[in-house]
């Protein structure tokens, strides 16, 4: 009995050492809270190069963020709408255009990996056209940032309310693999609201800071 008890005095005082250290520790998280968190997706999307570098608004990829809760993964469709053309970096297809012009041929098709991942998964042959012999799969995109199943968010009032998606996204466009920028703890919300009750970009808005408003 003397041994369980010490043991467990053991337990406590290893646990509460943990947490004197763990601040210092790299990857120290609080109970769920993901900050920071960045996980490897099926295909290396960036978005430091759509969002910053081209300038492509958050609303065209994801724009069910308006009319839904949820802002959604977009439709592979959307990325052939400029990857029907574009199927590698201009880099790489500069540098295939000069190697024909030297061997005095035509340049061959630029497919870069990543590229190559999001058409397999289409089933696309070489030109590009559905083909019915090869496999149609979901991309399995890792989600990012994932609230608790007792918590109501709705996108389409932070959209409506003019909220910039970088207030809870952070800096999208300077990330090259999207990472979870903000803790998203409910003391992270309520002060987001009492700020945001001081108007947002000029324009008053009753953010809520009652407990029912997202848990009910």
């Not at 024909?100 to 030109?127: C, D, F, H, I, W």
């Amino acid at each position: 009995m003397r041994d369980r008890i010490l043991t467990a005095i053991l337990l406590v005082a290893s646990g509460y050492a943990a947490l004197a250290v763990a601040p210092r520790m790299n990857g120290y998280r609080l109970p769920g809270i993901h900050q920071g968190y960045a996980p490897v997706q099926p295909i290396a999307y960036s978005h430091r190069l759509h969002a910053g570098e081209l300038q492509v608004a958050c609303l065209y990829c994801h724009s069910a963020a308006e009319r839904s809760r949820h802002a959604g993964i977009p439709a592979a469709s959307i990325c052939m709408n400029c990857h029907k053309q574009v199927t590698a970096s201009f880099g790489a297809v500069r540098q295939e255009e000069e190697l024909a012009e030297k061997a005095k041929r035509k340049p061959r098709p630029v497919v870069s990996p990543e590229l190559g991942k999001l058409y397999a998964a289409l089933g696309l042959n070489q030109t590009l056209d559905r083909d019915p012999s090869l496999p149609q799969k979901p991309i399995s995109w890792v989600r990012v940032h994932n609230l608790p199943d007792f918590v109501y968010f709705d996108h389409r009032a932070h959209v409506a309310a003019g909220v910039a998606c970088q207030t809870c996204h952070g800096p999208v466009e300077t990330m090259e693999r999207m990472r979870q920028h903000a803790s998203l703890a409910m003391g992270w919300c309520v002060n987001c609201h009492r700020e945001a009750n001081r108007g947002i970009n000029g324009k008053a808005v009753e953010a809520s800071i009652d407990c029912g408003t997202c848990h009910f």
